[in-house]
């Protein structure tokens, strides 16, 4: 069995005494392990950096096998390097893109929408906005998209201000009434009003992260999220 693709390098762990077991996250093979032999070298592991673009052949004797990889560097976005905040975002995107996608598994949308996130980032564009649309992402493409064409209460489509966290469909101030307290926050930028303020962005991350907590963390098991996702979100609100 081989293929060859490219992907972002989500994680690395050391394999034997020379060796290490890479995941990445690749267009058409999905998160996806392998080993790389020399990978602990001082020629290979500078490569083996979390968020760097990789040019990846995968070999195995059957398909099932974990295989091992032959990686050439594509891009090292080691701009996030000096950016803390940035840095902080690329730990969390790998850390949920390990923590939620089943192995082997394309998602190329989600794919496409991580590595402009994962360039944005080493470029030190602004990325807020970026990073919170993609988290939406993640959980539409992982069957737990939140509807925000229309209020889910009059069908309304104006002022649409916060999320049913029952439904995951948007609701108006309108629709809300009494129950605006239980509801979750919708800012602008989610409906792609925009690039978001510190505020906004902080209440888009206070929506996708009950999603992400109380809907797909239950379904993929006990685990927790990611801690690189709360120290991300937590440095954002200092930050901010």
Request: glycine share 10%; hydrophobic share 45%.
């Amino acid at each position: 069995m081989e293929w060859r693709d490219q992907g972002a390098l989500l994680s690395v762990r050391p394999h034997g005494e020379t060796s290490a077991i890479i995941e990445v996250f690749t267009a058409a093979h999905g998160r996806h392990a392998g080993v790389v032999r020399g990978g602990v070298s001082r020629r290979i592991a500078p490569i083996l950096q979390p968020g760097a673009q990789l040019d990846l052949t995968w070999r195995a004797r059957l398909d099932e096998h974990i295989g091992a990889f032959v990686v050439e560097p594509l891009r090292a976005r080691s701009g996030v390097l000096s950016d803390r905040l940035a840095l902080a975002g690329l730990n969390a995107v790998c850390a949920l893109l390990h923590f939620a996608l089943p192995e082997r598994e394309p998602h190329p949308l989600l794919y496409r929408d991580s590595i402009d996130l994962l360039d944005a980032l080493g470029a030190r564009l602004d990325w807020v906005t970026t990073y919170l649309r993609w988290e939406a992402r993640l959980l539409e493409d992982l069957g737990y998209g939140l509807d925000l064409t229309a209020c889910a209460v009059t069908g309304s489509r104006e002022d649409l201000v916060y999320v049913s966290p029952k439904s995951g469909r948007a609701v108006s101030r309108e629709g809300a009434g009494t129950w605006a307290d239980r509801l979750l926050p919708l800012p602008p930028c989610l409906l792609g009003q925009g690039a978001a303020t510190a505020e906004e962005a902080r209440a888009g991350l206070t929506t996708t992260g009950w999603f992400l907590e109380h809907r797909l963390a239950p379904d993929l098991g006990t685990r927790p999220l990611p801690e690189a996702r709360r120290r991300f979100v937590e440095l954002l609100a200092r930050q901010g």
